[in-house]
């Protein structure tokens, strides 16, 4: 915005219409209604709004209506009383702000208000009629459950803070709105619950978002890169969801929640790593499936990363450490295959991402049949041709499934680009190459920190308390505290004592 | 700092990715499934049983080749030197790819090499990381080589065959003792310095070296488990037969399970019936005696019966108790007999020199020189309690119940 | 200034005196009484700690060894002292990263190059002292529970597959105590007992001192037991052999066979190795870094470069793994290292009860006030 544009609103009527409109660049999406009284003469009013940003069945209900009514009289009054009476009687709208200067009503205007300008006063009223085309809640699409809420945030920013308020219906929920991108001017909310939240967190999360000082946000990916504690690490130092529950139940436990309008997916903070391996139904669901599933997923991390290397370790490094039987049928499977093994399992994953990133590119209707093609005959053929060995295939295409089971997309990234790291360590190093590449990752991981957390609490350093919702997930009623740390420790406990269900019954009163 | 870090970092992964010094591809090693050493004109020679993988595992890489019987599972060469790992490095002159050693699964030596000594085997084996040290060791009476020269019907590759008999044998019937490298050592580092060996033999005529002789129910020769070899302070020093060897092999405290036939009757040794052990724990107790030690053996067993023409009704509590007797004295026979003939050897593999070590180490110390001389002269008093515990599914000899005997 | 917990610190401790130990046979020359050789180094050290080093840190709570060695013996000679800190300090660094490479090539890269296997571990720990105490204290305590549960399950597997035979110990003391004292003293308390001294560099970082002393004393209890535990464990199942093989727990897991499906564990105490002197050589190149920072009053990091130069090149210097052997278990261990681990310590020790009678008192009101 130009300093032109910091002044304050004159109170002449069609100087101050044509100041924005001029702003505006005369935007064929601008309606500028100029009302006049029963005298032909000077506009008592204009009101104006874009037709794109608003609902124009409000506008016209609650503001055009009343208005046009009350016009005549208005007409006689002073401006100053004309004005009160407009925002406190007149207009039929909840949200009406006053704006006196010249670029708080483009705002408002950019922003889906409808601004009423009334002659002969420095301001102008802006009622909050946002409308316009957005998409009904749906399902969710990358974070799916087959057991709790269906629901999925949308890119409106009003109904996923209404998702979140209609599940937290304390007082103490605390909503704050910031605009955020220079350009985009793009709305975001940050939600926290007052009395569990960390308010250092709190703080801290605030003054990080009071700094960012860019042309657009246009995703909370943008947010996320600007705010996160450290940019040199393939691992996520925030986590992202676009189900409303999950986004709920983390801020019950204390964290931070911010939701950027036009993106379905919303921010946590502060995370730690064993978070991004528990999917929102391992709470749903009975506490010994949950456990169950949440160790395998950790191996199937561990899969992801390491399998091929340590097949390439195993296979042309250590191959005492294989069973006789086992040896013997992979030596007969790479005779006459012609790279190296390193270079054959480098082949195989480069030849997966690229059947990987094909299917996410590829138009709905072909998508599958090509990644059969791709995955079934090319896999197929590479082994009859001999260019690599089928042990080979069956490895690559394990740790492929095991990168799905993660359910955090962004760590199974993670696990997907180290993998190839530790593929050239085994490869060069055999297992002490592995080894050595595991060291630096552990060394990596507990550097890490998320708004002041510790990446691998509970685990490093060892919070007892928290253990209970890690790898393990206990009963509900176990669970008597928040998670320390993460959550304010003045406000600890969230569970009554004696939540334990039993059959005896207590004598009532 | 940070540049500096990252720049290592680089640096490193250059190096990476120029230098796998250690990198062995699978198709550059042969897996070698025995190996056998002998002893010949003052040289060491040593034979290497290799697998081929392509014949065993069918398919593979090349997909529709198939393997099978029509090609050889293994192939077998020698070579020599004047020390063992020389002769083994002589090998780079014939084979294609290195042999890896870490699966051999049985190593075979020759009676020529055990005369010589076990020293320099051993040394290699703890020597080198590829050699394992559980790796079955094997006498043959003749050329170590030939027993690897000779191909197996059921097992595909033969050493993995000779690995899993000795197995077998040694958890079923427990006369010749499945001997690692390690357990060979630790006998020889026993306080008598003394250990045993299964022997592996070709029994039959013509050795099976041809696939085209495989393709036959039967053929003309058989590897074979036979005698238990002694060594003696690291040298060969004699044969004990398969009953010898149980003999000892009670009093070792080696017997996991065995087969043992047993008069019905003092009176009629020709009646047998045959019991199994199932289980059985020796304790051996020297006592003082005026001018050495008396051992005291107990032998603790517990059997199923397999088999009896005794015409009895094994319901009774005397009859069981009179077979119990039976099979009690066959035990104590064969530990006399065993004892006997290890004596006759003046080699104590049975442990008494550890025992009397460990109870009276001065003692020890002073008949340390001429214990092989006072083991020949040690007494024994064998004690064995055996308990039938289960007959079987029928409760009656069959003889009874046809009529034709009657107890 | 309190950057790590209790549990920080105690699982630091307890890897750190670890470190590779339970994979030899300490005392060795002792034969088959070994573990009573273990028992008394493990007495003698835990004097040495309860005696000296912890009231060192007790007196002194906010210091570390370079600090007091200059506040109490002056300028001058204190920084002679401290020096020799520094050099000790590299020295052990340089003997485990040393020794460390050594095994590497013996076991899994024969003909990799020394040079390159000393650089990749340089550059681990570099990492590792670059991130700063904090960082390296929170790894021990990631680290910490998964060790022991290695070592639990592998001890547990040798022991069901009926390798172990405690008739092997027998006789015990057969040539009397007297060669078993021998055997320990100084050589047990050199190491791994006595290398405690390096955590007068870390303790400051700790917190309240009587919560130090527990957490350590507790941690060095639980290390000595595994140590014992490892020691019986190798002399009743290797017997003679045990002073025989480089690796003795190595050797002894190579033949676990439980089954048909559990052997080859050797990996499982390769990563237990790598671990465990990763764990004590980065210690020591930490505790190097922050003497000779402290010392020159330089930053932390910038002081990583040289030490780690000096590092790499002293593990160079050996000729062969002999001599690096023959000059740590038998010059060093006898003559060196009690120096630092035992004569130092007292004499700091001693002159900090003689010249300043009065401040410990004072400080240890402070202390409860801080609690």
């Known amino acids: 915005m130009t300093a032109e544009t910091e002044r304050a609103l004159t109170g002449h009527l069609a100087e101050d219409v044509e100041a924005v409109v001029r702003e505006l660049g005369d935007s064929c999406d601008l309606v500028v209604r100029e009302l006049t009284g029963k005298e032909e003469g000077e506009p008592e009013a204009a009101v104006v709004y874009m037709k794109t940003m608003v609902d124009e069945e409000t506008v016209m209900r609650s503001i055009l209506d009343p208005l046009m009514d009350e016009l005549d009289r208005l007409g006689m009054e002073e401006p100053g009383d004309a004005f009160r009476r407009v925002h406190k009687d007149i207009l039929r709208i909840g949200t009406v702000n006053e704006r006196t200067k010249l670029n708080e009503v483009l705002c408002s205007i950019l922003d889906g208000d409808t601004v009423v300008l009334i002659a002969g006063k420095a301001g102008a009223l802006a009622a909050s009629t946002i409308g316009g085309e957005s998409r009904a809640v749906e399902e969710p699409t990358s974070q799916t459950v087959t057991r709790g809420p269906k629901e999925s945030f949308t890119e409106n920013l009003q109904t996923n803070v209404s998702l979140v308020r209609r599940r937290i219906r304390s007082p103490l929920l605390r909503v704050e709105a910031f605009k955020l991108g220079r350009h985009t001017q793009t709305n975001a909310c940050m939600i926290y619950m007052q009395n569990i939240a960390q308010p250092k967190v709190v703080q801290e999360f605030r003054q990080r978002l009071g700094k960012i000082d860019v042309d657009s946000i246009l995703d909370s990916g943008y947010v996320e890169e600007l705010i996160q504690d450290a940019t040199w690490t393939s691992f996520p130092t925030l986590q992202n969801t676009e189900r409303p529950d999950a986004a709920c139940g983390a801020v019950m436990e204390g964290k931070v929640l911010l939701i950027v309008d036009g993106t379905p997916f919303a921010l946590l903070a502060p995370v730690t790593f064993i978070s991004f391996f528990q999917s929102s139904e391992d709470y749903y669901q009975r506490y010994d499936i949950s456990t169950f599933l949440r160790i395998l997923r950790f191996c199937a991390f561990f899969i992801s990363m390491f399998l091929p290397s340590l097949y390439i370790a195993i296979t042309t490094f250590h191959q005492e450490m294989l069973p006789t039987p086992l040896l013997i049928s992979l030596a007969a499977q790479r005779e006459g295959v012609p790279f190296p093994a390193i270079l054959e399992a480098l082949l195989m994953e480069i030849t997966f991402e690229v059947l990987r990133e094909a299917g996410v590119r590829m138009p709905r209707v072909i998508g599958p049949a090509i990644s059969i093609v791709g995955a079934l005959v090319l896999g197929q053929a590479a082994v009859q041709a001999g260019l690599v060995s089928a042990a080979m295939i069956i490895v690559v295409s394990f740790t492929a499934i095991s990168n799905f089971v993660i359910p955090a997309l962004n760590m199974a990234i993670a696990a997907r680009l180290l993998r190839f790291g530790m593929m050239i360590l085994g490869g060069t190093l055999g297992l002490f190459g592995i080894m050595s590449g595991m060291m630096i990752l552990l060394i990596h991981l507990v550097s890490l920190r998320s708004f002041g957390i510790s990446y691998m609490t509970p685990f490093s350093p060892i919070v007892w308390p928290n253990l209970k919702d890690t790898l393990?997930?206990?009963?509900?009623?176990?669970?008597?505290k928040r998670p320390a740390l993460i959550s304010n420790p003045r406000q600890a406990v969230r569970n009554a004592s004696g939540q334990r269900p039993s059959p005896r019954r207590k004598k009532r009163p | 700092m940070r540049k500096g870090i990252?720049?290592?970092?680089?640096?490193?992964?250059?190096?990476?990715?120029?230098?796998?010094?250690?990198?062995?591809?699978?198709?550059?090693?042969?897996?070698?499934?025995?190996?056998?050493?002998?002893?010949?004109?003052?040289?060491?020679?040593?034979?290497?049983?290799?697998?081929?993988?392509?014949?065993?595992?069918?398919?593979?890489a090349m997909g529709s080749v198939q393997g099978g019987s029509s090609k050889l599972p293994v192939a077998v060469y020698s070579t020599h030197g004047p020390t063992i790992r020389e002769a083994i490095g002589q090998s780079v002159f014939e084979s294609p790819r290195k042999l890896f050693f870490s699966h051999t699964q049985v190593f075979i030596v020759s009676t020529d090499m055990l005369r010589k000594g076990v020293e320099e085997l051993i040394d290699v084996f703890f020597r080198n990381p590829d050699a394992r040290e559980t790796v079955s060791v094997l006498v043959s009476d003749g050329d170590a080589r030939d027993i690897l020269k000779e191909l197996m019907q059921i097992q595909f590759i033969p050493g993995d065959g000779i690995y899993e008999t000795l197995q077998r044998e040694s958890r079923m019937e427990s006369a010749l003792p499945d001997t690692s490298i390690f357990k060979l050592t630790m006998q020889l580092a026993g306080s008598a310095h003394n250990a045993v060996l299964p022997e592996i033999a070709l029994s039959g005529s013509e050795p099976v070296t041809k696939a085209d002789q495989l393709k036959s129910t039967t053929v003309p020769s058989k590897l074979r488990l036979r005698r238990l070899a002694v060594l003696k302070e690291g040298r060969f020093a004699g044969w004990l037969g398969q009953e010898e060897a149980l003999g000892v092999a009670f009093l070792r405290d080696e017997v996991h399970q065995t087969v043992l036939p047993f008069p019905c009757r003092a009176t009629d040794p020709k009646l047998k019936s045959t019991i199994q052990v199932d289980r059985s724990r020796t304790t051996v107790k020297p006592v003082r005696t005026a001018d050495g030690y008396r051992m005291e053996v107990r032998v603790r067993a517990k059997g199923t019966i397999l088999e009896t023409n005794c015409g009895v009704d094994l319901l009774k509590a005397d009859v069981i108790h009179r077979m119990e007797v039976q099979i009690s004295k066959e035990i104590t026979d064969r530990m006399e007999q065993g004892l006997s003939s290890i004596q006759a050897l003046q080699a104590d593999v049975v442990g008494f020199a550890d025992l009397i070590h460990r109870r009276d180490p001065k003692r020890w110390q002073q008949w340390e020189k001429d214990w092989p001389a006072r083991f020949a002269k040690t007494e024994m008093k064998a004690e064995v309690d055996f308990t039938i515990r289960r007959e079987g599914l029928s409760n009656k000899s069959m003889d009874s119940v046809l009529g034709l005997k009657t107890d | 200034m309190q950057v790590t917990s209790r549990y920080q610190l105690a699982a630091a401790v307890f890897l750190f005196q670890l470190g590779s130990s339970p994979m030899f046979l300490l005392a060795g020359p002792a034969g088959r009484d070994a573990w009573i050789g273990v028992l008394i180094g493990f007495a003698a050290g835990l004097l040495l700690l309860v005696a000296v080093m912890l009231p060192i840190h007790r007196i002194e709570p906010e210091m570390n060894l370079i600090e007091v060695s200059r506040r109490y013996f002056g300028p001058w000679f204190g920084s002679l002292l401290s020096f020799s800190y520094v050099l000790y300090f590299i020295y052990q660094a340089v003997r485990n990263?040393?020794?460390?490479?050594?095994?590497?090539?013996?076991?899994?890269?024969?003909?990799?190059?020394?040079?390159?296997?000393?650089?990749?571990?340089?550059?681990?720990?570099?990492?590792?002292?670059?991130?700063?105490?904090?960082?390296?204290?929170?790894?021990?305590?990631?680290?910490?529970?998964?060790?022991?549960?290695?070592?639990?399950?592998?001890?547990?597997?040798?022991?069901?597959?009926?390798?172990?035979?405690?008739?092997?110990?027998?006789?015990?003391?057969?040539?009397?105590?007297?060669?078993?004292?021998?055997?320990?003293?100084?050589?047990?308390?050199?190491?791994?007992?006595?290398?405690?001294?390096?955590?007068?560099?870390?303790?400051?970082?700790?917190?309240?001192?009587?919560?130090?002393?527990?957490?350590?004393?507790?941690?060095?209890?639980?290390?000595?037991?595994?140590?014992?535990?490892?020691?019986?464990?190798?002399?009743?199942?290797?017997?003679?052999?045990?002073?025989?093989?480089?690796?003795?727990?190595?050797?002894?897991?190579?033949?676990?066979?439980?089954?048909?499906?559990?052997?080859?564990?050797?990996?499982?105490?390769?990563?237990?190795?790598?671990?465990?002197?990763?764990?004590?050589?980065?210690?020591?190149?930490?505790?190097?870094?922050?003497?000779?920072?402290?010392?020159?009053?330089?930053?932390?990091?910038?002081?990583?470069?040289?030490?780690?130069?000096?590092?790499?090149?002293?593990?160079?210097?050996?000729?062969?793994?002999?001599?690096?052997?023959?000059?740590?278990?038998?010059?060093?261990?006898?003559?060196?290292?009690?120096?630092?681990?035992?004569?130092?310590?007292?004499?700091?020790?001693?002159?900090?009860?003689?010249?300043?009678?009065?401040?410990?008192?004072?400080?240890?009101?402070?202390?409860?006030?801080?609690?």
């Open chain 1, 472 to 480: 393990v997930r206990v009963p509900w009623w176990l669970m008597k």
């Open chain 2, 6 to 60: 990252r720049a290592a970092a680089m640096l490193l992964t250059a190096a990476m990715l120029t230098g796998c010094w250690d990198r062995t591809e699978l198709d550059d090693i042969s897996i070698t499934s025995a190996a056998a050493v002998d002893w010949k004109d003052n040289q060491w020679l040593v034979s290497y049983q290799v697998v081929i993988p392509s014949a065993i595992s069918g398919g593979g």
């Open chain 3, 97 to 371: 990263f040393r020794e460390f490479s050594d095994w590497v090539i013996l076991y899994l890269l024969p003909s990799t190059p020394l040079l390159f296997i000393l650089a990749v571990l340089m550059f681990i720990s570099s990492y590792a002292v670059w991130h700063g105490v904090e960082v390296f204290f929170r790894l021990t305590e990631l680290l910490c529970p998964w060790i022991v549960l290695m070592y639990a399950a592998l001890f547990a597997s040798i022991l069901a597959s009926h390798l172990i035979h405690p008739e092997l110990l027998e006789p015990v003391l057969e040539h009397g105590i007297r060669p078993v004292v021998a055997a320990a003293l100084p050589e047990v308390i050199s190491f791994p007992f006595g290398e405690m001294v390096l955590f007068l560099m870390f303790w400051k970082f700790a917190g309240a001192s009587h919560r130090v002393s527990r957490a350590t004393l507790l941690a060095y209890l639980s290390a000595a037991t595994l140590l014992f535990a490892a020691n019986v464990l190798i002399v009743s199942v290797l017997g003679p052999f045990a002073d025989v093989s480089v690796i003795p727990l190595m050797q002894i897991t190579s033949m676990v066979q439980i089954g048909e499906a559990i052997e080859r564990l050797d990996p499982v105490v390769l990563l237990l190795l790598f671990v465990g002197v990763f764990i004590k050589q980065t210690a020591y190149f930490m505790a190097a870094v922050l003497s000779l920072s402290e010392l020159l009053r330089i930053r932390f990091r910038f002081a990583i470069g040289p030490v780690g130069v000096m590092i790499y090149l002293g593990a160079l210097a050996f000729r062969s793994y002999m001599q690096q052997v023959r000059i740590g278990f038998k010059l060093n261990v006898v003559y060196h290292f009690p120096i630092f681990q035992i004569a130092l310590p007292i004499l700091i020790l001693a002159v900090m009860l003689i010249r300043s009678p009065g401040t410990p008192k004072i400080r240890r009101a402070d202390d409860g006030g801080i609690r």
